[in-house]
């Protein structure tokens, strides 16, 4: 257990592993992550593994495209297989105004390089051959986006970050921030005290209450959505794109011989459940009848729980704290955190290193809502 750090970062998830890879890579010595768990075992591991940058806010187009190029590239940087399947990201469009709106996303995404394009239900149904069209008008697609296995890029980048210098203290958690005169002295952990000047919170569903430790209001509320999984399939289409129905939110991918398949709950209310229930099921049969119905002969294998953790607008907490010195943060992300782990690592690297990052980031601090500068992100499962 180290005594000191130039940077502690709290979390082991995507987001942590990402920060400490990209700072240990720059040549920042004694950086430190503790994690309270294993690596990859909070909401990351739980995660559909999507990866895309078809959004309607011009900075998670930007930051979605970022890490599907950094995602291309992760055998050989940082070098470790994530099972990158660049099948497409398929939005299934049957309510006239989410036609508009999308409409309006992919001239955005356009504009900012993304090849996503509008297309009929004729094209949606050969590109996924299991989907029904009655009542769909429309759908958004964009090659470039697919599916990667959450853990293998947690360990990726954890591999590298060591490779670079960096330590990660696991099964170690937090219980106090030391502050005096408005900076940071050090992180006092289950573990032990570690005398440093900077934290990093990437501690997902976690955030709001390691931000109260240092009197700093980060707006992040845990929510269960689960996931589950089919039996083998034969004969499934090896190229079959990720598929939602947004106006249910039921979605679906390949996953090994099989499908993973989900959808969101609004009767779900917050908090850190994560046991699997059987609730949501007849919404998800229903969804499943109308859009999908030759899923429902998929026998179905397991089924897991894990945590969003949300904002008010569903968009990112990413920044500095203006109340306190050298307290970064990135969390937040709303169910699309695990896809932009590889850019959101390299903007907290520049803002620790008070270089400029590749996006311009404030808009997301998490005071932007005091000020009533909420951003909404529609396009979120």
Known sequence: MPSSAAVVIVGGGVMGTSAAYHLARAGVTDVVLVERDELASGSTSRAAGGVRAQFSDELNILLGARSLEAFARFGTEPGHEIDLRRVGYLFLLSDPEDVTSFERSVALQNRLGVPSRMIDPAEAKRLSPLIETDGLLAAAFSPQDGHCTPEAVVHGYAVGARRHGARIVRNCEVIGIDTAGGEISAVVTTRGRIATST?????????????????????????????????????????????????????FHGEGQGLLLGMSDPEQTPGYELSVSDAWLPRLTRAMEMRAPAVLDMGMSSAWAGLYEITPDHNALIGESPQLSRFLYATGFSGHGFLQGPAVGEVLRDLYLGRKPFVDVTPLAADRFAGDAARPEINCV
Request: charged content about 15%; overall charge negative; proline content about 11%.
């Open 199 to 251: 934290v990093i919170c990437a501690a997902g569903a976690w955030s709001a209450q390691l931000g109260a430790m240092v009197g700093i209001d980060l707006p992040v509320e845990p929510l269960r959505r689960q996931i589950a999984f089919t039996e083998p399939v034969a004969d499934l289409p090896p190229d079959l794109p990720m598929t939602i129905d947004f106006s249910t939110t039921f979605y």
